[in-house]
Each structure stands twice: as structure tokens, then as C-alpha cells.
T-cell receptor, first 114, second 112 residues
Framework: EDQVTQSPEALRLQEGESSSLNCSYTVSGLRGLFWYRQDPGKGPEFLFTLYSAGEEKEKERLKATLTKKESFLHITAPKPEDSATYLCAVHQGAKETSGSRLTFGEGTQLTVNP | DGGITQSPKYLFRKEGQNVTLSCEQNLNHDAMYWYRQDPGQGLRLIYYSQIVNDFQKGDIAEGYSVSREKKESFPLTVTSAQKNPTAFYLC???????????FGQGTRLTVV
């Protein structure tokens, strides 16, 4: 069974204090790992897709990396507007019957204080 | 602008009633999904559809039903058999199996 575990559940940072969020997964035949940002009461907003170990993607203060067992979302010098819940999801495609489903972790709630 | 539209944004249901949540997309995506999100939790898959007139159960399909008569539309019915329907419901679509999913803004359903 696909497993996606995110840690920590909650993270509180001071503005400018860099840190990392973790997403570990156990799937056979990873076909993609996706990071999303979700603000309260809204739908998730797509951030990054990673397909293979060693791949990295960057956008403003965010950088996502991928190994064979986990992904990290690094936040450099965060600002209060970066406060949100960050979700990761995996698509497992090794089995014909798995279809095109995405399995989500429970998210990390990030708070950045000014 | 292309996107996914969910309606209504807020929905109140009396116990014992069926309600239908609307999801429409104009992205020309083949795959569509319904997820449920409870406070402080991640997204749990209810149903998904890869093609018109076909859909599969997700992890928590009991008490829900869907249809996919048109590529653009994937409505979700929350039936009276769903014992704890109060939640935030999210619809999503994807172009293909290896691409990212795009989400609507959600419908918050409350049983009164």
C-alpha cells in the first residue's frame, strides 16, 4: 500500500529563519512527486513536480529536492506570507490497475512570524 | 481563463437528505478526482475518473456516488448513507497520468 508521511506536522519559524519540510514515501514505481501549498479554506495550489532522484526545482524562496525515499521542501529566509499548509502527493504507476490516483500526505502547517 | 469551478462554496444539508456538489473544468483534462478534507488532515480520495462514462472508487467511497457523462463535469452526490458528511470537498483534474493535478476552490458541506 502506498504510504506518504510528512513531517513535522507543524512548524513555527521566525521571519528569515530557513528550514526544511520532509515528505517520505513508500511506493513501487514512483511516477511523480508533487508539492502543493494550501491556504485556509482554499484548494491546494500546485508548486512543483519531481520525477527522479536527484532532481531539484526552485521557485522564489522554495526549493524542492527528491531522493529515492523522500523529498524535501527547503524554505530560505521565509516571510509571513509563506505561512500555509504544504502538502506532498505521489503518483504510483507500476500497477496497471492503480489508474491515475494521487496519494497525499497529511501536510505540514507552516507559520512564519514577523 | 481555464480552470476548475466548484459550486456552491458553502452547502448546508439536513440529516437524511442527498446533496450534489458540482465540479466543472474547461482545461480539457481527461482525469478528474474528488477528495475529502477534514480539519487538520490531508486529502482522502473518494472517487476518480480517467475517462467519460468510467470511474473508480477511492479509499472512502461509501456513502458517495458520482457520474461522468461529460468530459467537463464530474458531480459528486453525498447520500444519506454517509454518516459523517460534514467536511471540505475538493475536486481536481489532470491532463495525464504523469502531470500535476489542479484543484478547485472547494465546497464546505455542513450537516445541520
Amino acid at each position: 500500500e502506498d504510504q506518504v508521511t510528512q513531517s513535522p506536522e507543524a512548524l513555527r519559524l521566525q521571519e528569515g529563519e530557513s528550514s526544511s519540510l520532509n515528505c517520505s514515501y513508500t511506493v513501487s514505481g514512483l511516477r511523480g512527486l508533487f508539492w502543493y501549498r494550501q491556504d485556509p479554506g482554499k484548494g491546494p495550489e500546485f508548486l512543483f513536480t519531481l520525477y527522479s532522484a536527484g532532481e531539484e526545482k526552485e521557485k522564489e524562496r522554495l526549493k524542492a529536492t527528491l531522493t529515492k525515499k523522500e523529498s524535501f521542501l527547503h524554505i530560505t529566509a521565509p516571510k509571513p506570507e509563506d505561512s500555509a499548509t504544504y502538502l506532498c502527493a505521489v503518483h504510483q504507476g507500476a500497477k496497471e490497475t492503480s489508474g491515475s490516483r494521487l496519494t497525499f500526505g497529511e501536510g505540514t502547517q507552516l507559520t512564519v512570524n514577523p | 481563463d481555464g480552470g476548475i469551478t466548484q459550486s456552491p462554496k458553502y452547502l448546508f444539508r439536513k440529516e437524511g437528505q442527498n446533496v450534489t456538489l458540482s465540479c466543472e473544468q474547461n482545461l480539457n483534462h481527461d482525469a478528474m478526482y474528488w477528495y475529502r478534507q477534514d480539519p487538520g488532515q490531508g486529502l482522502r480520495l473518494i472517487y476518480y475518473s480517467q475517462i467519460v462514462n468510467d470511474f473508480q472508487k477511492g479509499d472512502i467511497a461509501e456513502g458517495y456516488s458520482v457520474s461522468r457523462e461529460k468530459k467537463e463535469s464530474f458531480p459528486l452526490t453525498v447520500t444519506s448513507a454517509q454518516k459523517n458528511p460534514t467536511a471540505f470537498y475538493l475536486c481536481a483534474s489532470r491532463r495525464s497520468m504523469n502531470t500535476e493535478a489542479f484543484f478547485g476552490q472547494g465546497t464546505r458541506l455542513t450537516v445541520v
